[in-house]
Every structure is written in structure tokens, then in C-alpha cells.
């Protein structure tokens, strides 16, 4: 084949690539004061279309003619910037988890934006986050009993951690840390909204820190954040479920 | 009565210790008594030629079934009146104003399950029909409720894109999107909106993320206490059959809600531990099913939500999915759904590649984690039907090699050796919807389009395949009253045929 030729089709393609794809910039800044929010990554998402039911029994969507599914990231810089090109048009859900400092992901705390991506255009999306304190929760777990890792996704977690809130959603806190029988959760909270710590393991009993056995088929503890202060809690493991009602459960 | 095909080739069986059963789909329990003719539910009439009531239709089909060893039967039933069944009553008011199950829809239960019995096939699978995906005319609770966002954070937010409609299902645990909505989200601009909308009637509100917390509750739920009456009222017909405590009937599977794709719809997770319907019952669906199995001293680790096998759209693609090293993308909602059950996460994967439509590696940093851990179940519930499709049609390629039906069965069934070994080496393994050996009059199965030899090589691709030897059972789709295609061929009772004269071609094997 002539290489010019090939030249000339590979640059036309690439230019077509480029041209099929947008972009999205913009900033991440504090809902209070308009501070920045560096160092946070921020997560596009594009949200898809179907095709319709074919009429076969099994019901998994198929995309319908033209769509893909296609998320990326990137992190906000000193002044809380963010942009990214190279995406497909279409709607992107926007999210943002800021690990250094305690501001809400909108996609879990409030309405998650979103940025209509258009070929060969930068699409604006300013996010004002709302900034909340850590939900900080130790346990102290001296014999030993809760595993310090998991090998993978479905070895699953033998203690579940989190927040319950409004009318019933939920979101599970992170393990942030894992020392000598000792391991800490924490996520970003909301303040001034009553919340409750959910605890709940198959594996394990657990007590409060002044000694109170939680309930074996989960613990709600109410409790509500207040601005500039980090809610702590601490519990403790005090003894292993015996094999057969872990399996009961 | 038997239909026998017009030649018979022995065929190797399924690799031991192996059983069949078969999907009746649909059953009319309204109707099922000896006064209500076949003819009232359409098709069914042609499904069991000469019989004069619809009971007397099912014993057909169910001598016809035993004759082929067939020993046990997955069937669906409605709840509100979805496909003539209609345990409770004022479904779509408040549930506290929900009745049931009313004393007619159980004893024609009790009827189903006798003839089963006196038949001779004692395993049943009953399977909640809490929507209606299939086309088939199930009353709506109250359409098009405006639905009112919440005012600001910290409540459960909306999802991204809910459109300022929402439908709801009396069954359903949170609302889907109508027909009417012309939101770009769900009817492309430029395309067919009202074929799109149609669709997407039964898909709930979409957000891969989010789903489970930001999906609206269902004003119209009928309630987790009336379902569980229904659940307590079936697995108790079951018990009490032939008689009183004979556990004559077993329940091998409660298939509470099927095919669970918690991985593109979290909100399913409903299903599994609810968050938005607390006030109506016991929302933990894992804890209450199996409390009602373990009543009737059934084995409680058969409470299972099935899934579907994902196939790529290049033959004898594979790749790894989010869940581990050795766990296969093309098995992602069998893994989903134990991590529903067992506390994990759900959710699509951030940073998939999506590659040749699999949910193809990624990360869990968006995904979701249930509130909620149980045992793992006992069985895992695959619904398998191996083909490469006709992108253009969506439908398996008609004929091998472009189907490649027995290099993609074994490929998928191979992957679910690496699960089982990971959650629980000892699962019964039920392929739980597949290929069935039909024909639509044009030299395709009546389901899926596939290569008429598609359950021949089926079970070959099993054979060949890695978790040949596992504890299996192959459940054929067999749509009586209702085929997926409606080519009058596919209500032929030669359609009926999963192992003839034990002549497979699913042959089992003990």
C-alpha cells in the first residue's frame, strides 16, 4: 500500500476521533466561602440509552445504535480546577470525592451535576460542594478477629461500617487505616442533619465504648455532626459469632 | 401424550451428576381448575391440543415432561393479576389496604402442585413476578405520579436524569420510567421514541451509581407483609403436598426476583435488602424468605435471585472483571447478586472499559455497598443463553460457526467454575434459563433466534467446559402459554422437547 495514502487515512482518522469528542472544565470550590477544593478527583460519568427489549427471556439492556459506556476521571489542581477532553458526547454525571478534605460528593449527598458533552466543544460545569466534618469510628479489635485485608471484591467485609440517613438511603465508610488491634473507618458527613452509625458483622460481636452489647442483626446510633468538629466513635469486638449462626444469618 | 420428533440421534449427556427441569414460565393459577377452558388464556389452548380445562392441560404437559425426566419445574406468578394470577387484592391503593392471598389463588396452587406431584416431578422453583417485562398485561398501581424532589441534602438525592414522571408498579420497590417521558436520557432524539419508551417502560430509573439510595420509594408498593403472606402461602401449598406435612413438593428454589442486573440498575438491590419501603414489612428480603423456607423445613440456602450470562459481541471474548483476578466479566451479575446477599458491592465498575460489551475490569471506588450481610446462598442461578449476537437484530446469529453456541457455552460455563470455587465450591450450579431445543418454523429456536442444534451444542459446550462435573442442573426456556416468538410453530407441543425417549439432548446424568 502507497504510505501516503495510508498517511493521509490515519490522519483522517484521527482527526475524526478528535472531532467526535468534547470536554468538560470548570472549578470545584467550597458552597461557603468559594474556597478551592484541591487535590479532589472529579468523576465523569456518561449516562447511556437502551435498546428496546428484543423479546428473549433474558433482560440484560443492550446499548441502542451509537451509544458506549465511558467514565474517567481527573483531580482538581491548587486552585481547584478540573477539566477533561477526549469524551464521547452525550450527558455526563458528575461526582467528586475529595480525600484530604471533608467536602460531600454531591452524587451521594445531594443531586449529582451534570454537563451536556457536544463534539469538539468544552462544556462549563462549576461545582460548589458542600463542605461536612469526618465521621471518624475506631475499633478496637485486640484478639484479633476481623481480618486487616481483603483479597478482593468478594471476599467480603466480615464488619460493615456506615451511615444511614433521610428516608432510608445508606452509604458504608471506608477502613482508612489498619494497626495492631486496631483498625478506623471515616467518611465525609454532613453537619447540623441527624444521622445514624450503622454497625452490623456476621462475624463478630460488638460493644459500645462504655460496654453495651450492639444488636447482632445491626446497631443504629443516632448522632448529629456539628460544623468544625469530627464525630468519633469507638467500639469494640468482643468475641466471635460461632460458625453455625454465621451461617444461619 | 408424547410428541416425538421425526428422527432421534443419542446424544451424549450432560457431564454427572447432572438433573433437568424446564421453565413453564406464566402459569394462570386464576383459572387453574377443571371448569375454565385453555382457550380462555390464548395460546395455551394450542399447547396441549384436546384438552378441555386448563388443569387438564398442565397434567398433559406435565406427563409429557415427566417422560422425558424431567424433575422439577420453574414457574412465575403474578401478584396483581399479572398473566391471570392474582393472589392479592385493591394492589395500587396504600398497602394497607392490600389483601391476600385470597383462599381461591391458593388452592388452585395446592391443585398445581398435586398434579405435579401425581405426576411424578417433585422439585418446583416458584419465581415472584413483581413486574412485567415481558409484554403481557399486568395492572399498573397508579401511572404517571408526579414525583416531588426532595427540597435540599441530606435526604436521599435524586438520581441524575429522574424525569419529572414516574411510573409505579403495585410490585415494584421503586419507580420506572414511562412510556410517555421524552427525556433525552431514554429516547434518543432522532430514533423511534415511542418504540424506545416502550422498552424502557420496564427499566428502572437509571443510575449506576446511585440507584439504590436516589430511586424514589413506591407510594403504590403493595407491601413486604402482603408479599411474604403470598411467599408463606406458597411454600405452605407446597408443604401440605400430597398431604398435611408430607413435604411432597420441594422448593429446590425461591427465585425471588429474576435476573437481577444490579450492576447497571443498583436500585434492584431493592429486591434484596429494601431502604425505601421500611414502613411495610420486613424489609430484608434475604432474612424473611428464608425464615418462611425454614418453616416448612426447606433449605434456607436456596433463597436465590438469578442472573444473566453477559456475552461479548466477538466470538470467544473473555476478560476480567472488577470482582477479581479469576472472575469473568461474562459472569458479573451472578457475582453481583452474592454480593448484594453477602454485604458487598454492587454497581458498575468506574474506569470499565466496556470492552466488546463486557463490564471488562475497573475499579470500586463508585460502587455501592449493601448495608446488609448474609450467608451465601446455596445455589447460584445462571441464565445462559450462549450465542454471539447479530448486532443489527440483537438476536443470537441463526447458525454456527457466527453463533458459536458450543464455544461460547463453554466458555461461560467455564467461568463459573472460578465463582464457585470463590463463594461457594458447594453451590448447586443451575443454568437456570437456556437454549431450548424449538423450532419457529424457519430453522431457528423459538427463543433467542438461535441455530436449531443450539441445545445440542449447548451441552456439548458444557461437557467441554471447566465446572463439567459440579453438581448442575439445566433448566431449558420453555415458554407454553407464551413463547417469545409468536410463530404459531412455537406453540406446537413438539416444541415441548428437552429430552425425548432419553435421547437428549439434555440427557442428565447422575
Known amino acids: 500500500m502507497n504510505l501516503r495514502f495510508l498517511s493521509a487515512i490515519l490522519l483522517a482518522g484521527a482527526w475524526s476521533a478528535i472531532a467526535q469528542t468534547g470536554g468538560i472544565s470548570g472549578t470545584v470550590t467550597s458552597a461557603v466561602d468559594g474556597s478551592p477544593v484541591p487535590g479532589a478527583t472529579v468523576i465523569y460519568h456518561r449516562l447511556v440509552n437502551f435498546l428496546p427489549n428484543t423479546g428473549s427471556s433474558t433482560s440484560n439492556p443492550q446499548l441502542a445504535p451509537g451509544e458506549v459506556y465511558f467514565s474517567t476521571s481527573s483531580t482538581t489542581d491548587a486552585k481547584g480546577g478540573h477539566s477533561v477532553d477526549g469524551l464521547p458526547p452525550g450527558t455526563y454525571q458528575v461526582c467528586i470525592n475529595s480525600p484530604n478534605l471533608p467536602f460531600l460528593d454531591p452524587c451521594k449527598w445531594g443531586e449529582a451535576p451534570l454537563a451536556i458533552v457536544a463534539p469538539a466543544q468544552i462544556s462549563l460545569l462549576n461545582i460548589a460542594a458542600a463542605p461536612g466534618v469526618y465521621l471518624q469510628v475506631t475499633i478496637n479489635d485486640v484478639q484479633g478477629l476481623l481480618p486487616t485485608s481483603e483479597s478482593g471484591l468478594l471476599d467480603f467485609p466480615h464488619l460493615t461500617v456506615g451511615v444511614y440517613f433521610g428516608s432510608g438511603a445508606f452509604l458504608a465508610a471506608r477502613r482508612s487505616s489498619v494497626g495492631t488491634g486496631i483498625q478506623t473507618y471515616s467518611m465525609a458527613v454532613p453537619t447540623g442533619v441527624p444521622l445514624n452509625l450503622w454497625l452490623i458483622s456476621r462475624y463478630v460481636y460488638l460493644s459500645d465504648s462504655a460496654g453495651n452489647a450492639l444488636a447482632t442483626n445491626g446497631a443504629k446510633i443516632p448522632f448529629t455532626a456539628s460544623a468544625g468538629t469530627n464525630s468519633a466513635f469507638t467500639i469494640n469486638v468482643t468475641g466471635s459469632i460461632p460458625a453455625a449462626a454465621q451461617a444461619a444469618r | 401424550m408424547l410428541f416425538l420428533p421425526t428422527s432421534l440421534t443419542a446424544q451424549t449427556p450432560i457431564a454427572a451428576p447432572s438433573a433437568l427441569e424446564v421453565n413453564l414460565a406464566f402459569v394462570p393459577f386464576d383459572g387453574y381448575n377443571t371448569s375454565t377452558s385453555p ?229 434492584l438491590a431493592r429486591f434484596v435488602v429494601d431502604n425505601a419501603q421500611t414502613q411495610t414489612g420486613n424489609p430484608d428480603a434475604v432474612a424473611s424468605i428464608r425464615n418462611y423456607m425454614s418453616l416448612y423445613h426447606y433449605d434456607t440456602g436456596r433463597v436465590a435471585w438469578s442472573a444473566t450470562a453477559t456475552e461479548p459481541n466477538t466470538a470467544n471474548y473473555d476478560c476480567i472483571s472488577v470482582y477479581g483476578s479469576n472472575q469473568s466479566a461474562r459472569v458479573i451479575n451472578l457475582d453481583s447478586i452474592f454480593s448484594a446477599i453477602e454485604g458487598g458491592f454492587i454497581g458498575q465498575p468506574h474506569n470499565d472499559s466496556g470492552s466488546q460489551g463486557l463490564f471488562c475490569g475497573g475499579d470500586d471506588s463508585t460502587m455501592f455497598q449493601m448495608p446488609v450481610p448474609h450467608s451465601a446462598p446455596d445455589i447460584a442461578d445462571l441464565h445462559a443463553y450462549p450465542c454471539i449476537k447479530n448486532p443489527s437484530t440483537g438476536y443470537c446469529y441463526s447458525d454456527d460457526p457466527d453463533a458459536n453456541v458450543e464455544g461460547e457455552a463453554k466458555i461461560v460455563y467455564g467461568d463459573v467454575l472460578a465463582f464457585l470455587n470463590t463463594v461457594n465450591p458447594s453451590a448447586v450450579f443451575m443454568v437456570g434459563e437456556t437454549h431450548s431445543n424449538s423450532n419457529n418454523g424457519q430453522n431457528e429456536t423459538c427463543e433467542g433466534h438461535a441455530p436449531l442444534d443450539a441445545a445440542s451444542l449447548n451441552v456439548a459446550g458444557y461437557n467441554a467446559s471447566l465446572v463439567a462435573g459440579h453438581s448442575v442442573i439445566f433448566r431449558p426456556w420453555i415458554n407454553i402459554p407464551d413463547p417469545s416468538d409468536g410463530s404459531t410453530a412455537c406453540f406446537d407441543p413438539a416444541n415441548q422437547n428437552v429430552n425425548q425417549n432419553n435421547q437428549g439432548p439434555y440427557l442428565p446424568k447422575q
Open chain 2, 39 to 267: 382457550s380462555a388464556y390464548g395460546n395455551l389452548q394450542n399447547a396441549c391440543p384436546g384438552s378441555t380445562s386448563v388443569r387438564a392441560c398442565y397434567q398433559s404437559i406435565f406427563a409429557n415432561f415427566h417422560a422425558q425426566n424431567v424433575t422439577g419445574v420453574r414457574f412465575f406468578f403474578g401478584i396483581c393479576g399479572g398473566f391471570h394470577s392474582t393472589p392479592l387484592s385493591n394492589c395500587g391503593q396504600n398497602y394497607t389496604k392490600v389483601t391476600g392471598p385470597n383462599s381461591t389463588w391458593t388452592a388452585n396452587v395446592a391443585s398445581f402442585f398435586s398434579d405435579l406431584y401425581s405426576a411424578g416431578i417433585r422439585n418446583v422453583e416458584p419465581n415472584i413476578s413483581h413486574s412485567d417485562l415481558v409484554g403481557i398485561t399486568a395492572p399498573q398501581g397508579t401511572q404517571g405520579v408526579q414525583y416531588a424532589a426532595p427540597a435540599a441534602p441530606p435526604v436521599p438525592p435524586v438520581c441524575s436524569g429522574t424525569p419529572s414522571v414516574v411510573e409505579y408498579a403495585p410490585g415494584l420497590p421503586y419507580g420506572t420510567v414511562p412510556c410517555t417521558n421524552t427525556s433525552p436520557y431514554y429516547c434518543p432524539s432522532g430514533q423511534n421514541c415511542a418504540k424506545y419508551c416502550q422498552a424502557n417502560a420496564g427499566f428502572p430509573i437509571d443510575d449506576h451509581y446511585h440507584g439504590y439510595n436516589c430511586s424514589p420509594a413506591n407510594p403504590y408498593f403493595v407491601g413486604w407483609t402482603n408479599l411474604n403472606n403470598v411467599v408463606n402461602a406458597v411454600l405452605a401449598a407446597a408443604y401440605n403436598t400430597p398431604t398435611s406435612g408430607a413435604k411432597g413438593i420441594i422448593v429446590d428454589e425461591f427465585d425471588v426476583e429474576q435476573e437481577l442486573n444490579m450492576v447497571q440498575f443498583p436500585v
